[in-house]
């Protein structure tokens, strides 16, 4: 059994030319699926994460407990034989990290017992695409970089009970782009620039084989999956007369929050109590697009602009 919370998906709306054209400049959609397995390499290291942790692989032999805050710049694997118990919160160290930084995943796993969440367990965003800015005699085309997938967050153990809240990375947004035409003749001379697409937000994925209980202790609760990244802005200026024409960049999916039965015997126990928001991570919004026709001969011609509109649709 599985259950599933779908993401609201925004997607940027374009005429038929621009299909071709923007296909060109955005790297495929879609996160690998995450699974409820993991692998624990040779490297990993012994016992529970010290103090002033960043990343890595942890395995315990019995059972285990998180008692000190882990600001992370990488990975976190924790595996435990035995009881899992998080009494200390998990986050990201850099809300945003820097241009090329990889996502960010966090797992935790009891291999024979049960995995307690008593602590926030919270993803930040994902690196953006980097900027782009052209310029060319003949014609100016920029194609913005799409963003970095976020990670996932996963919890797996034969039973799992969360009492704080869980929030998936936000995917990164697409690099802005500007594209110049520049004058130097009588020859009309166009600039395109395309935003670069924003990146899918981080699934939220919970794993049990006797049951999943979901609560808080006081208050209430969230689990949410990430944000899907912005679209990045296109800016284009044609010059001698030459037109402008600019696209924003497509918004990244949202993200899922997933219940899902480990031991693959189709059936799995979830309890989820009314101290408790579920949602799924809202899509990105598309990027807008600025573009303005060249001068020509000392007439400023009427702008043309083309825009991507976001479309909210839902998917159940």
């Not at 924790?78 to 930084?101: E, F, R």
């Not at 034969?158 to 947004?173: A, D, F, K, L, R």
Request: charged share 15%; net charge negative; glycine share 20%.
């Amino acid at each position: 059994m599985e259950g599933l919370y779908s993401s609201a998906r925004y997607r940027a709306a374009f005429i038929v030319v621009g299909i071709l054209a923007f296909a060109q400049s955005a790297q495929p959609q879609g996160k690998t699926p995450v699974s409820c397995g993991v692998t624990i390499g040779a490297s990993a290291t012994q016992g529970m994460p010290p103090a002033g942790t960043t990343g890595g692989t942890f395995h315990v032999a019995g059972a285990g407990k998180l008692t000190n805050k882990l600001d992370l710049t990488s990975d976190l694997l924790i595996v435990a034989d035995g009881d899992l118990d998080i009494d200390a919160a998990i986050s990201q160290k850099n809300a945003y990290p820097a241009l090329g930084t990889p996502a960010i995943s966090v797992s935790l796993v009891s291999i024979n017992g049960t995995v307690t969440v008593n602590a926030i367990v919270r993803l930040g965003g994902s690196a953006a695409g980097k900027d782009v800015a052209e310029t060319g005699s003949f014609a100016a085309i920029a194609f913005g970089e799409r963003g970095t997938d976020a990670g996932f967050i996963r919890i797996s153990g034969v039973n799992v009970n969360i009492t704080e809240s869980v929030h998936g990375g936000e995917g990164g947004w697409g690099g802005n782009t500007t594209a110049k035409a520049i004058y130097l003749g009588l020859i009309e001379v166009g600039a395109t620039a395309y935003g670069g697409s924003g990146a899918s937000g981080g699934d939220v994925l919970i794993c049990g084989e006797d049951s999943i209980h979901v609560g808080a202790k006081s208050g209430t609760i969230r689990l949410e999956g990430g944000w899907g990244g912005w679209g990045g802005d296109g800016w284009a200026k044609g010059a001698a007369g030459g037109p402008g024409v600019a696209y924003g960049g497509v918004g990244g999916d949202g993200s899922d929050v997933i219940f899902r039965d480990r031991a693959q015997t189709g059936v799995v126990q979830a309890f989820i109590d009314q101290s408790v928001i579920v949602e799924a991570g809202d899509g990105g919004p598309g990027g807008n697009g600025h573009a303005y026709g060249g001068d020509a001969f000392g007439f400023f011609l009427p702008l043309q602009i083309k825009t991507r509109d976001r479309i909210e649709a839902c998917e159940m």
